[in-house]
């Protein structure tokens, strides 16, 4: 039977808030402001609200176990993160668990679920594409396991937060195919339902932009992966929309470009230059090797982990969440310039 203890969620649910905004009220978080603080602490008098035992329970004993959200391990980025988090974890004396949402967003709930019912000490959190709602990460929250996202955040909610500055590094990107003289330059994008997606688009625009070079949307195409980039190409190539640069999102996608537009006949970079985001290996494998957006994958791992193990241990109840913003770095090869 449910119990009919007042939760965060039913104060939130009554005042038509967010359940993090009643969570940061409550804790007198200098973000919220005075009405709404009075207002849910009001109700929450009114209805004898109390903290969930059990979360604080959870939150004092631990299973020396954290765990890793990723969307697919098979990224070269993704890998790189979890090496980082790993040696930081071992040096804790912790175990990692690790779970692929696989892009999916119903995957991703079941894992959150499995997570909190093996009560992990904290949980590191990069969401998948279809993830547009929140509730199985507040509910992680609520339950008192710390959270730290990195690389794709969930916008509402406050956690720390490991990233890149993707729209500088989509910018400096965009504006060194610009510097070799590309004027028709392609985004290969992410969904913009991502906030990278988002800010990697909006880095292109703003070189575009700077550089007098009209926005054209039909050089802009949802292509995150190697058979979207392959077919996106093509649809380019047979409709006569020619580009003479191209920006991927990641690695991969900008290799399915290559691939196809070599096969076509077109010479990278003579007529087509390339760059990629992300830096993994097979960058320095292609024919040319590929330019590409060093994101720095293993530094944010430890990054993260340095942050999550710093709530895990210590004795603070209330915190203002950090935003770490790493470097990246573009790293020009032979797919943008003659080597």
Do not use: W
């Amino acid at each position: 039977m449910r119990s009919s203890q007042i939760t965060i969620k039913d104060i939130a649910r009554i005042l038509g808030i967010s359940a993090s905004t009643v969570s940061r009220a409550l804790k007198d978080h200098p973000d919220i402001n005075v009405d709404t603080k009075k207002a849910v602490n009001e109700l929450a008098q009114k209805l004898k609200y109390q903290p969930n035992a059990v979360a604080i329970s959870l939150k004092n004993s631990r299973s020396n176990t954290i765990a890793v959200m990723i969307p697919e391990i098979v990224h070269y980025f993704f890998s790189s993160v979890i090496s980082g988090i790993e040696d930081i974890a071992s040096q804790k004396g912790f175990t990692v668990i690790i779970c692929q949402s696989n892009e999916s967003f119903e995957r991703e709930v079941a894992n959150a679920h499995t997570l909190l019912s093996h009560r992990v000490d904290g949980i590191l959190i990069s969401v998948s594409k279809q993830t547009q709602t929140f509730e199985h990460l507040l509910d992680l929250q609520e339950s008192g396991i710390p959270l730290v996202f990195f690389d794709r955040i969930a916008p509402e909610v406050i956690a720390d937060q490991v990233i890149i500055d993707d729209m500088e590094a989509s910018y400096k990107a965009t504006r060194h195919l610009i510097e070799t003289g590309r004027k028709r330059i392609a985004h290969f994008a992410a969904p913009q339902n991502l906030i990278i997606g988002k800010d990697r688009l909006q880095g292109y625009v703003n070189a575009l932009t700077e550089a007098g070079i009209p926005v054209d949307n039909r050089l802009i195409v949802e292509a995150d992966t190697f058979e979207k980039a392959r077919n996106a190409v093509v649809k380019m190539l047979d409709e006569k929309n020619i580009p003479d640069g191209i920006f991927a999102v990641n690695d991969l996608t900008a290799i399915g470009a290559m691939q196809t537009i070599q096969k076509r006949g077109y010479k990278i970079p003579d007529e087509i230059a390339i760059v990629g985001f992300s830096d993994g290996y097979l960058s320095g494998i292609t024919d040319p090797h590929l330019s590409s957006v060093d994101q720095h994958g293993y530094e944010m791992g430890t990054t993260a982990a340095e942050m999550l193990f710093h709530r895990i241990l210590s004795d603070e109840e209330d915190y203002i969440p950090e935003v770490k913003v790493l470097n990246a770095d573009l790293i020009v090869r032979g797919s943008s310039v003659k080597e």
